[in-house]
């Protein structure tokens, strides 16, 4: 079974430095991979996604994210945190279901502080 | 492109009385909506899967009589809690898969705004 696993509940960063939010995945199958950003009491934005192709893919607001198979990791990453970016991030994987189609399953999420 | 709008945005009601949450998809055609519940500071939970023109498919541990789910379009999905009670209060999301998006492999879904159901 596909699951992603966000290790830190919580990072804080200060404006202007590198912001690194952790995503493992659990998949017996190559997997589609998403990160979604929630602000207060909103539904979720995709940031980027990754199906297939080159491993590093570029997103929305700055963020990026590398599939790194050999460590079953996908990473989301931005050079230079703005105080904008202050959200709840989730990793998401696409399970496949035995009767066709697919769902998502997020991970716990984290919540990204930055502070001036 | 592709918004998703629910309604309300928020409802607070008394124990024991119904609420329905509709889902739209605004500018596409969505053959399947996802009904989500989320708890304060926790992740999203996928509570149905709803195709258009046919039953949802609920996991487990849902209960289909309490929260019934109907599709009746390619651009409306409705959540109705059922004798709601205290317990039931929740941040509702739905999301909708654009079927000319190549949704399909991707799952590429678009959220909705969500619905805070307070119970009182």
């Known amino acids: 079974a596909q699951s992603v696993t966000q290790l830190g509940s919580h990072v804080s960063v200060s404006e202007g430095a590198l912001v690194l939010l952790r995503c493992n995945y659990s998949?017996?199958?190559?997997?589609?991979l998403f990160w979604y950003v929630q602000y207060p009491n909103q539904g979720l934005q995709l940031l980027l996604k990754?199906?297939?192709?080159?491993?590093l893919v570029k997103g929305i607001n700055g963020f990026e994210a590398e599939f790194k198979k050999s460590e079953t990791s996908f990473h989301l990453t931005k050079p230079s945190a703005h105080m904008s970016d202050a959200a709840e991030y989730f990793c998401?994987?696409?399970?496949?279901?035995?009767?066709?189609?697919?769902?998502?399953?997020f991970g716990t999420g984290t919540q990204l502080k930055v502070e001036l | 492109g592709a918004v998703v709008s629910q309604h309300p945005s928020w409802v607070i009601c008394k124990s024991g009385t119904s609420v329905k949450i509709e889902c739209r998809s605004l500018?596409?055609?969505?053959?399947?909506m996802f009904w989500y519940r989320q708890f304060p500071k926790q992740s999203l939970m996928l509570m149905a899967t709803?195709?258009?023109?046919?039953?949802?498919?609920?996991e487990q541990g849902v209960e289909k009589d309490k929260f019934l789910i109907n599709h009746a379009s390619l651009t409306l999905s409705t959540l109705t809690v059922t004798s709601a009670h205290p317990e039931d209060s929740s941040f509702y999301i739905c999301?909708?898969?654009?079927?000319?998006?190549?949704?399909?492999?991707?799952?590429?879904?678009?959220f909705g705004p969500g619905t805070r159901l307070t119970v009182l």
């Open positions: 999301s909708a898969r654009d079927i000319l998006a190549g949704g399909g492999l991707y799952n590429e879904q678009f």
């Open positions: 998949s017996s199958v190559p997997p589609y």
């Open positions: 990754y199906t297939t192709g080159a491993t």
């Open positions: 998401a994987v696409s399970v496949i279901l035995t009767g066709g189609g697919n769902k998502l399953t």
């Open positions: 500018d596409f055609q969505a053959t399947t």
């Open positions: 709803s195709n258009e023109g046919s039953k949802a498919t609920y």
